[in-house]
């Protein structure tokens, strides 16, 4: 199983700020995805992390609100701009290991607070 | 657009008493039907994906089952410690390949009273 690390694991913010959330995999991956979770609510899909091309956006998500980045089949970042108290989730990274197994990992999350 | 629906939304059971949860969806060329269990403050920790109909899986005191438009995740003489939320999730697959990320249920709270 392919283990993730999410960095920063919570977080407090202030309104209009922003946020890189980072995460890494301890092997190289297929596919990589983002999702949100608002508070009691269950995960949404905010957008497929694309290795070397842009990332593919869900309907109600846009790239300059959540810009994502993929450098390699490793590691990719979300950001959060200009946040506002909506924003306050946790945001999970998730991932499909080369050669599919048939299995889909998640991270722990990054619980961001946006005062 | 694809659509899960879980049922109960909670459920509360006493320490032995087995049952199920239930997931009902719609999903344009299901390339897998994902069940994860969530404790709360962690992400979802994966347990099953079944592929098409009839496919059964188990793991432990769980077994979850697969038809054409849903699937039930059985819990048979549960423990405390199977308290969590219960996530049922699909995948869809692409013409070209690859697959699109998971549509999610909105779990059924699942509670195991000693």
């Known amino acids: 199983s392919a283990v993730i690390s999410q960095k920063p694991s919570r977080d407090i913010c202030q309104r209009g700020t922003s946020l890189t959330i980072q995460c890494q995999v301890d092997?190289?991956?297929?596919?990589m995805f983002w999702y949100r979770q608002q508070p009691g609510q269950s995960l949404t899909l905010i957008a497929t992390?694309?290795?070397?091309?842009?990332?593919?956006?869900e309907s109600g998500f846009v790239i300059d609100k959540f810009p994502i980045s993929r450098p390699n089949l490793t590691f990719s970042t979300l950001t959060v701009s200009n946040m506002s108290p909506e924003d306050s989730s946790i945001y999970l990274c998730?991932?499909?290991?080369?050669?599919?197994?048939?299995?889909?990992?998640f991270g722990e999350g990054s619980r961001l607070t946006v005062l | 657009e694809d659509q899960v629906t879980q049922s109960p939304e909670a459920l509360r059971l006493q320490e032995g008493e087995s049952s199920s949860l239930n997931c009902s969806y719609t999903v344009s060329g299901l390339r897998g039907l994902f069940w994860y269990r969530q404790d709360p403050g962690k992400g979802p920790e994966f347990l099953f994906t079944l592929y098409s109909a009839g496919e059964e899986k188990e793991k432990e005191r769980l077994k979850a089952t697969l038809t054409k438009k849903e699937s039930f995740l059985h819990i048979t003489a549960p423990k405390p410690e199977d308290s969590a939320t219960y996530l049922c999730a699909v995948q869809a697959g692409r013409s070209g390949g690859g697959a699109d990320g998971l549509t999610f249920g909105k779990g059924t709270h699942l509670i195991i009273q000693p």
């Open positions: 998730s991932v499909e290991s080369k050669g599919y197994t048939g299995e889909l990992f």
């Open positions: 092997s190289q991956v297929t596919m």
């Open positions: 992390a694309n290795q070397g091309s842009e990332a593919t956006y």
